[in-house]
């Protein structure tokens, strides 16, 4: 507040103190020559110029390594769990391809078999039914040559 509006004040407050009863009136008028003579100490005493608070910064340094360090084993923590899953899904596919080779060469050792199976049968000759008495011979004179 500036001189201008204590004067403007004082004068709308004086104006005021003029409608009431004299007495109440000199009370009042008293009561703020003493409020105002007490302001007016208080703004003019001297004032001890006050530190700021210090913040205690080992603490607060100790505080905030802690948070680091439980961030990084956290963190380590969930990397580590990360790579074990992924290993393991590298394995997991590895024998997954591992028991399908297994599984074609099975089917393809099958196939071959099965391949010879026929050759041999198309190849393995059969006697001709006109023949057969002709073969029975041939058995039997071997059988008695020996």
Known sequence: ?????????????????????????????????????????????????????????????????????????????????HQQLEAAKVEAARIAEQQRELEAAKLAMLDEEDLMANVDSDVARQVPSALQPLATLMTEDEAQGN
């Open 1 to 81: 507040m500036n001189r201008n509006d204590e004067r403007e004040k004082s004068a709308v407050e004086q104006e005021k103190l003029e409608t009431l009863e004299p007495e109440l009136r000199e009370a009042l008028g008293n009561f703020k020559l003493n409020v105002d003579a007490w302001s007016e100490a208080m703004m003019s005493r001297p004032r001890e110029a006050k530190a700021p608070a210090r913040t205690n910064l080992s603490a607060v340094t100790k505080w905030a390594l802690a948070c680091v360090v439980f961030a990084g084993t956290v963190s380590g923590g969930l990397y580590q769990n």
